[in-house]
Structure formats: C-alpha cells, structure tokens
C-alpha cells in the first residue's frame, strides 16, 4: 500500500461529501427556507409538544429544533432557559437529522461524536439524548423532536415510538401553519389586486378549510360514523372535528368537536393549534378532562405570547371524547367546555338530553372539567355538534335546543349515515345568509 507524509504547515486534505449528499442537504435545506420557520416566534403548539416529550420520558429538558446549515435553532425549549441555537457541530440534532427513524444515545459522555457538543461539555452537561425527525410529506427532515437528561439512562422502544408520533404531530402542525402563511399571503395579495384575484382566494380558502377536517372518517369497529360541516358567509371558519385510533388495535378511539372563536386565516391558525394540541393530549393522557385541560393552557399560553400588549382573548368551546368499541357496543367517556349538551338517540326511539358541563375554554384561570361516561348499545346513535346548529334560523325563527330534539323525536333507531342525512335536509332549511358555522358527527352502533 502506498503512503504519503505530509509537509510541513500544509493541512491535510478536507473531506469531500459525495456529490449525492451535498444536492441531498442542498434539498433539505430548500424545504427548511420551505416553511419560514427559522427565527419566529414561540409557538404554543411546538412548545406544547417539547413540553409533553419531556413529560414522557421524565426528563428535565423536551425540544422542536430546526437543523440550519450551519446551527441548530431551538424552535421551543422546554427546560432550556437561554439557550436559542448551537453551532451545528458532530452529535445530537445534526446526527438525529441524518436518520430516518428515532435515534437514541444513553451516554453522550461515551459518545465520540456527540462529546463534544456544547450541551454534553458545557454547563448543561446532557448525557442521555433521544430524539425522532421532523419529516416532510416529501422525506425532507427538517429538525428534530428531542427530549435530554443529565444523567445516563437507556430509551425504551415505546418511548421513542411515541417520540416519533409527537414528532410527526409537529410536523402537521407545521405543514397547517405553512398553509395558513399561505392563506394569509394570498388574501392579502388578493386585496391588493382586488377582484381579479377573488376566485383564487376562495379556491386556496377551500382547501385550507378542508385541511382543518379529516378528509374521510375512519372506519371504527363494531361502529358506524357520519360527518358534516357547513360553512356560514366566510369561506374559512373556525369549527372543525376529528376522529382517530389511539392504539394499533383500535381498542381507542379519540373524538373530538369544536367552535373557535373568529373567521377567516387567523380562525384557521388557531383552530390548528387546538386540533393538534388536542391530538396530543389525546396521544400522551387520553383522559378527555386533562385533554380540554390542556389546552387551555395552550390557549391561555397563546394569548400571552401573541397578544398585542401581552394578551389577545381568544377561545373555543369543544367536547372532546374516548370511544371504547367492542362487539355489543361502546363505552364512551367525554367531557366539555361551553359546549352544547350532548343527544343520544335511543334503539326503542327515547331522546336523551345531556348537559356537558364545563367552563368555555380560554376564559377562566384555573378551570376544571368533569368526565362524564355513557354506553351506547346496538341500535343506539350519539349526536354533537356545535352551536351554530341551534343558532340557525327556520322562518325567521331561532331553531334552538327545544326546535332540535322535536326534530329529533322521529329519528330514533336511525344509524349514524341516515340520521345526519336527516340533519342536512334540516340544514338546508335555515335561513340564509348563515351567521355560523355549523359542525356534527354522528356516532351509532349497528342493530
């Protein structure tokens, strides 16, 4: 084998990435600049999530980075006072980033590329790490979701899959605030041009609107779900819905409806917000009291940081659910705040009435919400909607509770597809301009 020595004062050559990793960095750097989030403010949602990865692995420190070309930048920093970005050096965010799946140091003391890093030989002196990629719908990652601790620990296998899950929970996030940034941008544009431009903002409302609602519902064993929203004058509203499995069996289930305050983008931004901290919430302590419990420290922590002079009111109603399905039924338990009372529609065609109570979300320092749990059995229907269905006008006439559950009196026994076709018929009735929007989701068990 040849060698060489050498001279002198005259480094040695610098390694060279192959041409394929600098077009691949190249590219991932693209989608960073993508989704205009370097250098923003706090976010309650991301905080919210680095908050939760802490929680979860019991650890002081949970945080969301963005991998720059040359630094890491700390997007939220739970437990990090100070601490806004770091060189992107060998270890931790930039060697997690180069990974497609959760990656995990127990000793970053021990570790030869991360020992060196500024928060493992610094004050802080981080030594266990985890951490789960940022990924793009098109496999860009663009940071990190990561929780640290000063003591040498292993990570467990479902701790990192729930890493992962958070992980890809702020990247919704992100892919709905870059559509709001979006939204924003256009109607703005679309003002400046006026009215030529009129049809491409509705076109761009429309689907952002549709981004704030599951596209399709999923099939929920033993169960049958129907959906429906209509928008009032605005073409972006506030209400929204959400339906999704907690666990791979589908032995849990997450429901949740809503109304947010407000129209338009800045309705969708927050509606994201609660959508996903809720997802969250869900994912980490399905208790729907701690869920509505949670965000309201979200909100609460929202209207701080966003509001001009230090605080913005803004709030929501929501009723937020876990299902349990099984073969002769479904045991639900659900709590509210400022939501409407639930209806279950009976097999032997009796209506039930339940008030769901629990202070409106946002509002009220230190508010507390109660579970309430009830079984729906074959031939049993579920109904929640929000307020603009019995805030509507039929003749020039409020519709309200009472006008509801006399519609309701001859919809016993109806499964959820049939009874919320009753519901649209109903819609369709309202007087016209709406001043709400109008949000239901039917949940029945089949006869």
């Given at each position: 084998?040849?060698?060489?020595?050498?001279?002198?004062?005259?480094?040695?050559?610098?390694?060279?990435?192959?041409?394929?990793?600098?077009?691949?960095?190249?590219?991932?750097l693209?989608?960073?600049?993508?989704?205009?989030?370097?250098d923003?403010?706090?976010?309650?949602?991301?905080?919210?999530?680095a908050?939760?990865?802490?929680?979860?692995?019991?650890?002081?420190?949970?945080?969301?980075?963005?991998?720059?070309?040359?630094?890491?930048?700390?997007?939220?920093?739970?437990?990090?006072?100070?601490?806004?970005?770091?060189?992107?050096?060998?270890?931790?965010?930039?060697?997690?980033?180069?990974?497609?799946?959760?990656?995990?140091?127990?000793?970053?003391a021990?570790?030869?590329?991360a020992r060196?890093?500024?928060?493992?030989?610094?004050?802080?002196?981080?030594?266990?790490?985890?951490?789960?990629?940022?990924?793009?719908?098109?496999?860009?990652?663009?940071?990190?979701?990561?929780?640290?601790?000063?003591?040498?620990?292993?990570?467990?296998?479902?701790?990192?899959?729930?890493?992962?899950?958070?992980?890809?929970?702020?990247?919704?996030?992100?892919?709905?605030?870059?559509?709001?940034?979006?939204?924003?941008?256009?109607?703005?544009?679309?003002h400046?041009?006026?009215?030529?431009?009129?049809?491409?903002?509705?076109?761009?409302?429309?689907?952002?609107?549709?981004?704030?609602?599951?596209?399709?519902?999923?099939?929920?064993?033993?169960?049958?779900?129907?959906?429906?929203?209509?928008?009032?004058?605005?073409?972006?509203?506030?209400?929204?819905?959400?339906?999704?499995?907690?666990?791979?069996?589908?032995?849990?289930?997450?429901?949740?409806?809503?109304?947010?305050?407000?129209?338009?983008?800045?309705?969708?931004?927050?509606?994201?917000?609660?959508?996903?901290?809720?997802?969250?919430?869900?994912?980490?302590?399905?208790?729907?009291?701690?869920?509505?419990?949670?965000?309201?420290?979200?909100?609460?922590?929202?209207?701080?940081?966003?509001?001009?002079?230090?605080?913005?009111?803004?709030?929501?109603?929501?009723?937020?659910?876990?299902?349990?399905?099984?073969?002769?039924?479904?045991i639900?338990?659900?709590?509210?705040?400022?939501?409407?009372?639930?209806?279950v529609?009976?097999?032997?065609?009796?209506?039930?009435?339940?008030?769901?109570?629990?202070?409106?979300i946002?509002?009220?320092?230190?508010?507390?919400?109660?579970?309430?749990?009830?079984?729906?059995?074959?031939?049993?229907?579920?109904?929640?909607?929000?307020?603009?269905?019995?805030?509507?006008?039929?003749?020039?006439?409020?519709?309200?509770?009472?006008?509801l559950?006399?519609?309701?009196?001859?919809?016993?026994?109806?499964?959820a597809?049939?009874?919320?076709?009753?519901?649209?018929?109903?819609?369709?009735?309202?007087?016209?301009?709406?001043?709400?929007?109008?949000?239901?989701?039917?949940?029945?068990?089949?006869?």
């Amino acid at each position: 084998m040849e060698s060489f020595e050498v001279p002198d004062r005259v480094p040695p050559p610098a390694p060279v990435a192959p041409a394929g990793e600098e077009a691949g960095e190249a590219a991932r750097l693209a989608a960073v600049r993508r989704y205009r989030i370097l250098d923003t403010p706090p976010d309650a949602a991301l905080d919210r999530i680095a908050a939760l990865a802490a929680r979860i692995f019991g650890a002081p420190i949970g945080t969301v980075t963005i991998v720059d070309g040359d630094r890491v930048w700390f997007k939220a920093a739970h437990g990090l006072p100070g601490v806004e970005e770091v060189p992107r050096g060998p270890g931790l965010c930039a060697e997690a980033v180069s990974r497609p799946g959760p990656y995990a140091v127990a000793d970053a003391a021990q570790d030869p590329d991360a020992r060196e890093h500024p928060l493992v030989a610094g004050e802080t002196g981080v030594r266990f790490y985890a951490a789960a990629p940022i990924t793009t719908p098109d496999g860009h990652r663009l940071g990190t979701v990561n929780v640290m601790g000063t003591r040498p620990r292993e990570a467990g296998p479902q701790e990192l899959t729930v890493l992962g899950d958070l992980a890809a929970l702020a990247m919704e996030h992100l892919e709905l605030r870059s559509s709001a940034l979006r939204a924003a941008a256009l109607e703005r544009a679309v003002h400046e041009t006026a009215e030529r431009d009129r049809t491409q903002l509705t076109a761009l409302a429309d689907a952002l609107q549709r981004s704030l609602l599951p596209p399709t519902l999923p099939e929920m064993p033993h169960c049958e779900i129907a959906a429906h929203y209509q928008p009032a004058i605005e073409p972006i509203g506030g209400d929204f819905y959400d339906l999704f499995p907690l666990d791979e069996h589908g032995r849990r289930w997450g429901l949740f409806i809503g109304d947010v305050v407000g129209k338009g983008a800045q309705a969708a931004g927050r509606t994201s917000l609660v959508r996903y901290t809720l997802r969250t919430e869900a994912i980490t302590r399905p208790n729907p009291a701690r869920m509505l419990t949670g965000l309201d420290a979200a909100i609460t922590l929202d209207q701080a940081v966003y509001g001009s002079g230090g605080a913005e009111m803004w709030f929501c109603t929501a009723a937020a659910a876990i299902v349990r399905p099984g073969p002769a039924g479904a045991i639900i338990t659900i709590a509210a705040g400022g939501h409407p009372p639930l209806i279950v529609l009976r097999a032997g065609g009796g209506l039930e009435s339940r008030e769901l109570r629990g202070p409106i979300i946002g509002c009220l320092e230190g508010a507390v919400y109660d579970n309430v749990h009830l079984e729906l059995a074959a031939g049993d229907t579920l109904l929640l909607y929000t307020d603009g269905l019995i805030d509507a006008h039929r003749d020039g006439a409020r519709l309200g509770e009472d006008g509801l559950r006399a519609f309701l009196a001859g919809c016993g026994g109806l499964a959820a597809p049939a009874l919320m076709e009753r519901l649209r018929g109903l819609v369709a009735t309202f007087d016209e301009p709406a001043d709400d929007d109008i949000a239901m989701v039917a949940l029945s068990i089949p006869a």
